[in-house]
T-cell receptor, first 110, second 116 residues
């Protein structure tokens, strides 16, 4: 079957760096994406990796290793507003379908 | 700005009712999706559509059907609602892009559906 594994919860302090890992097992791979969802809100797109390596967007970076079926989201200079759920997602099945992980709940403490 | 609008934020229905959830996007996107979100399970794909009148089953299509008569509108139908369909339902749309290109999904605010 197809699956994405990510930790259920991560806690970090304000100003710190946190890494959220994602391993995937899918049939076909078109790219790994990350989404953020605040409580009561809609998921919003953060980043996308199709090729191996690091993509940086401000305080957020995302990494992909296709040979290891592994990626991570790196959040730097954590702020209280970063407290949210983060989902990794793999685009697969000919490019039409996206499979989401169960999500990682990030708690940022003062 | 990108906009995906779901017809209801909260909905309460009774077991056995036929329920319609509507979703409209204003971005001329080819792809549209319906997910349900339950605690600890993430987003699970119910159905998706990559063109008008086209539909494909996702991972959990049982008990659901969809309709896409116009490009901007994608409807989810619960044929005979049951209590295990109580959930948050999220609609999303995306442009279609080729392999290696980003195809971000834009989500609506969700419909919290309760089946009593």
């Amino acid at each position: 079957g197809q699956s994405l594994e990510q930790p259920s919860e991560v806690t970090a302090v304000e100003g710190a760096i946190v890494q959220i890992n994602c391993t995937y097992q899918t049939s076909g791979f078109y790219g790994l994406s990350w989404y953020q969802q605040h409580d009561g809100g809609a998921p919003t797109f953060l980043s996308y990796n199709a090729l191996d390596g690091l993509e940086e967007t401000g305080r957020f970076s995302s990494f992909l290793s296709r040979s290891d079926s592994y990626g991570y989201l790196l959040l730097q200079e954590l702020q209280m507003k970063d407290s949210a759920s983060y989902f990794c997602a793999v685009r697969t099945a000919g490019g039409f379908k996206t499979i989401f992980g169960a999500g990682t709940r990030l708690f940022v403490k003062a | 700005d990108v906009k995906v609008t779901q017809s209801s934020r909260y909905l309460v229905k009774r077991t056995g009712e036929k329920v319609f959830l509507e979703c409209v996007q204003d971005m001329d996107h080819e792809n549209m999706f319906w997910y349900r979100q339950d605690p600890g399970l993430g987003l699970r794909l119910i159905y998706f559509s990559y063109d008008v009148k086209m539909k494909e089953k996702g991972d959990i299509p049982e008990g659901y059907s969809v309709s896409r008569e116009k490009k901007e509108r994608f409807s989810l139908i619960l044929e005979s609602a049951s209590t295990n369909q109580t959930s948050m339902y999220l609609c999303a749309s995306s442009p279609f892009r080729g392999k290696g290109e980003n195809q971000p999904q834009h989500f609506g605010d969700g419909t919290r559906l309760s089946i009593l």
